[in-house]
Structure formats: C-alpha cells, structure tokens
C-alpha cells in the first residue's frame, strides 16, 4: 500500500532558490527517509528522521517532521543545478512497537533546477 | 565498505519468454533484501522482500517470484514475461533489526517487455 505521498509531482526553480517538497503519510511510524533518484538510476539514501525527532540538517538539506499532522517536509537551500532529480520519502510503519520490516514509498517529487 | 550489484542492466525481452535478474551485495552478512518495481514516473512498489536465505515474502500478486539461494543473492524470475512487466527493477539491502534504518539500492534493471 502506498503511505507517504509527496507534493507537489513536480517542481521547477532557478538555481539558488530554496526548493520544499512535502510528504504526508497515514499511519504511525518509526521514521521517515528522504531518498534521491537520478534519472534511470538507483535511489540514494538522504536523510533519516526518527518519530521522536522533529527536525534535522545534513548540509544543505533541511528535514522536519510533524507527526501529529503526519507529514514531513524536505528544504533543499542554494539549489544547484546538480539538485535536479526526483526525491522520495519512505516510512517505516510501527507495528505494534516494532517495525514491518519494510519501506513505504510515496511517488516521489520531480524538481527541476534551472541553471 | 558494501556494494550492490544487479544485472543485468538493460534488457529486451518477446512476452512469454522467460526472467532471471541477479541481485548481490557485498561486504555484509546477513541482509535483509529487497526487489522492486518502478513504473515511468512513478513510485516504487515493493514486491519481495527477504530476511534470510530461502525466506521470501510476496508483496503483490503477480507472474513473478523470487528466490535466495545464497545469504547475499536475491534472484527475481519469471516462467513468462507479460507486458505488464515493463519497468525498471530495483534491488534494495538494509541492516537486519528491529528498527528499519536506510536501505541501499543497486543501479536498477531497465525491462522492456515487447
């Protein structure tokens, strides 16, 4: 079953705005990842936020998460137009205290950063 | 450090025939591992995944299956390839544990049925 949706589909910048894209997911989890696809390429792991987190940097990337509204938003500043690529978010559903054992996918936003 | 490997990358294959992608990690033990489906711009669909040789868990129903025959080797297969089974396949690994943390991802296979 699909769980975390992102938002928007698609998203083109000039190079050096911020880019935010946005997913939101429907059951309680243990954390959410951030992934990165080139295009015809496999994903790259970003960023991993735990449940009890409600923010977190890694370089130029920005990570929130509000799990009473059970969303999470990615902030890519000073984009570059090596940023251009689809990015995912994953989660991992708590069962009962412990984990499915697998990742939830979203479909994924497709950004554009125009040099 | 791990790597994963898959292929192979591209392939062409006439309906019905049949599928073998091979999936292997390196550089540690005991994976859990995973086979997924990306339609053209889409998300991913989760078809199989394993946590140890010879367990395999079926995410959706399908003419496809997938085996392990060794700890780090995750096979898909298909005794015949339907259009519907077009797309770019994706072999993920992560740590076993109670806690799911990162998963690596291979550089895919791109299938085109015809």
């Known amino acids: 079953s699909q769980q975390g949706e992102e938002d928007p589909q698609a998203l083109s910048i000039q190079e050096g705005e911020n880019a935010t894209m946005n997913c939101s997911y429907k059951t309680s989890i243990n954390n959410l990842q951030w992934y990165r696809q080139n295009s015809g390429r496999g994903l790259v792991h970003l960023i991993l936020?735990?449940?009890?987190?409600r923010e977190k940097h890694s370089g130029r990337l920005r990570v929130t998460l509000d799990t009473s509204k059970k969303s999470s938003s990615l902030l890519i500043t000073a984009s570059r137009a090596a940023d251009t690529a689809s990015y995912f978010c994953a989660t991992d559903e708590d069962a009962y205290g412990g984990s499915q054992g697998n990742l939830i996918f979203g479909k994924g936003t497709k950004l554009s950063v125009k040099p | 450090s791990q790597t994963i490997h898959q292929w192979p990358a591209t392939l062409v294959q006439p309906v019905g025939s049949p599928l073998s992608l091979e999936c292997t990690v390196e550089g540690t033990s005991n994976p859990n591992l995973y086979w997924y489906r990306q339609a053209a711009g889409r998300g991913l669909q989760l078809l199989f995944y394993s946590v140890g040789i010879g367990q395999i868990s079926s995410e959706v129903p399908q003419n496809l299956s997938a085996s392990r025959p060794q700890d780090r080797q995750f096979i898909l297969s298909s005794k015949k390839l339907l259009l519907s089974d077009s797309g770019f396949y994706l072999c993920?690994?992560?740590?076993?544990?109670?806690?799911?943390?990162?998963?690596?991802f291979g550089p895919g296979t791109r299938l085109t049925v015809l």
């Open positions: 936020i735990r449940s009890n987190e």
């Open positions: 993920a690994w992560s740590r076993r544990g109670g806690r799911l943390d990162t998963q690596y």
